[in-house]
Protein backbone atom coordinates (compact mmCIF):
# COMPACT_ATOMS: atom_id res chain seq x y z
CA UNK A 1 0.00 0.00 0.00
CA UNK A 2 2.65 2.75 1.11
CA UNK A 3 6.30 2.00 -0.22
CA UNK A 4 9.16 4.25 1.23
CA UNK A 5 12.35 5.21 -0.47
CA UNK A 6 15.03 6.32 1.20
CA UNK A 7 18.68 7.99 0.33
CA UNK A 8 21.43 9.98 1.50
CA UNK A 9 23.14 7.99 4.04
CA UNK A 10 26.85 8.00 3.80
CA UNK A 11 30.15 8.21 5.72
CA UNK A 12 30.99 11.74 7.49
CA UNK A 13 33.50 12.83 9.77
CA UNK A 14 32.38 13.92 13.64
CA UNK A 15 31.23 17.66 13.37
CA UNK A 16 30.05 16.80 9.51
CA UNK A 17 26.50 17.16 8.05
CA UNK A 18 23.80 15.00 5.76
CA UNK A 19 20.63 15.16 4.49
CA UNK A 20 18.34 11.80 4.47
CA UNK A 21 15.60 12.16 2.05
CA UNK A 22 12.32 9.50 2.26
CA UNK A 23 10.01 9.67 -0.59
CA UNK A 24 6.40 7.95 -0.12
CA UNK A 25 4.13 6.10 -2.67
CA UNK A 26 1.25 7.97 -1.70
CA UNK A 27 0.16 11.31 -0.26
CA UNK A 28 1.47 12.50 3.06
CA UNK A 29 -1.62 14.24 3.46
CA UNK A 30 -3.17 10.77 4.17
CA UNK A 31 -0.33 9.33 6.39
CA UNK A 32 -1.10 10.36 9.95
CA UNK A 33 2.77 10.17 11.10
CA UNK A 34 6.41 9.82 9.16
CA UNK A 35 9.83 10.09 10.44
CA UNK A 36 13.06 8.72 11.47
CA UNK A 37 14.22 5.87 13.32
CA UNK A 38 17.60 4.17 13.91
CA UNK A 39 19.56 1.66 15.30
CA UNK A 40 22.49 1.12 15.93
CA UNK A 41 24.47 -2.33 16.58
CA UNK A 42 23.66 -4.17 19.42
CA UNK A 43 20.85 -2.02 20.39
CA UNK A 44 17.39 -1.68 19.33
CA UNK A 45 15.36 0.48 17.20
CA UNK A 46 14.62 4.08 18.67
CA UNK A 47 12.50 6.94 17.47
CA UNK A 48 14.92 9.91 15.66
CA UNK A 49 12.49 12.01 14.58
CA UNK A 50 8.50 12.64 13.52
CA UNK A 51 5.65 14.23 12.45
CA UNK A 52 3.02 13.97 14.08
CA UNK A 53 -1.26 15.08 13.26
CA UNK A 54 -1.43 19.07 13.08
CA UNK A 55 2.17 19.27 11.82
CA UNK A 56 3.55 18.98 15.39
CA UNK A 57 7.11 16.65 15.54
CA UNK A 58 9.10 14.88 18.09
CA UNK A 59 12.62 14.36 18.50
CA UNK A 60 15.19 11.91 20.66
CA UNK A 61 16.57 13.75 23.21
CA UNK A 62 19.99 13.25 22.00
CA UNK A 63 19.21 14.75 18.80
CA UNK A 64 17.52 17.86 19.61
CA UNK A 65 18.74 20.73 18.35
CA UNK A 66 21.18 19.14 16.02
CA UNK A 67 18.70 17.41 13.55
CA UNK A 68 15.48 18.97 11.63
CA UNK A 69 12.59 17.07 10.45
CA UNK A 70 11.16 18.44 7.47
CA UNK A 71 8.74 17.63 4.40
CA UNK A 72 8.12 18.61 0.56
CA UNK A 73 4.23 17.81 0.71
CA UNK A 74 4.09 18.20 -3.34
CA UNK A 75 7.67 15.43 -3.82
CA UNK A 76 5.73 13.34 -1.22
CA UNK A 77 8.94 13.41 0.58
CA UNK A 78 10.32 14.04 4.51
CA UNK A 79 13.95 14.86 5.00
CA UNK A 80 16.19 14.80 8.32
CA UNK A 81 19.13 17.36 8.09
CA UNK A 82 21.73 15.99 10.35
CA UNK A 83 24.52 18.52 11.76
CA UNK A 84 27.04 18.40 14.05
CA UNK A 85 26.91 14.46 13.70
CA UNK A 86 28.77 12.18 16.50
CA UNK A 87 30.06 8.88 16.36
CA UNK A 88 27.32 7.77 18.20
CA UNK A 89 24.38 9.01 15.67
CA UNK A 90 26.72 5.96 13.50
CA UNK A 91 22.99 4.35 12.66
CA UNK A 92 20.87 2.41 10.20
CA UNK A 93 18.54 4.93 10.07
CA UNK A 94 14.82 3.70 8.68
CA UNK A 95 11.94 5.86 7.47
CA UNK A 96 8.79 5.11 8.92
CA UNK A 97 5.06 5.56 8.03
CA UNK A 98 1.90 5.08 9.85
CA UNK A 99 -1.73 4.86 8.04
CA UNK A 100 -3.97 1.94 9.59
CA UNK A 101 -0.55 -0.11 10.13
CA UNK A 102 3.40 0.72 9.89
CA UNK A 103 5.36 0.62 6.91
CA UNK A 104 9.61 0.63 6.68
CA UNK A 105 11.89 1.84 4.44
CA UNK A 106 14.97 -0.83 3.61
CA UNK A 107 17.11 1.84 6.02
CA UNK A 108 20.32 3.71 4.91
CA UNK A 109 23.71 3.31 6.85
CA UNK A 110 25.02 6.33 8.71
CA UNK A 111 28.78 6.01 9.59
CA UNK A 112 30.22 9.19 11.81
CA UNK A 113 34.05 8.89 12.22
CA UNK A 114 35.67 10.45 14.84
Known amino acids: QVQLVESGGGLVQAGGSLRLSCAAS????????MGWYRQAPGKQRELVAEFTSGSRTNYADSVKGRFTISRDKAKNTVYLQMNTLKPEDTAVYYCHAYRLVHYWGQGTQVTVSS
Open 26 to 33: ISIFDINR
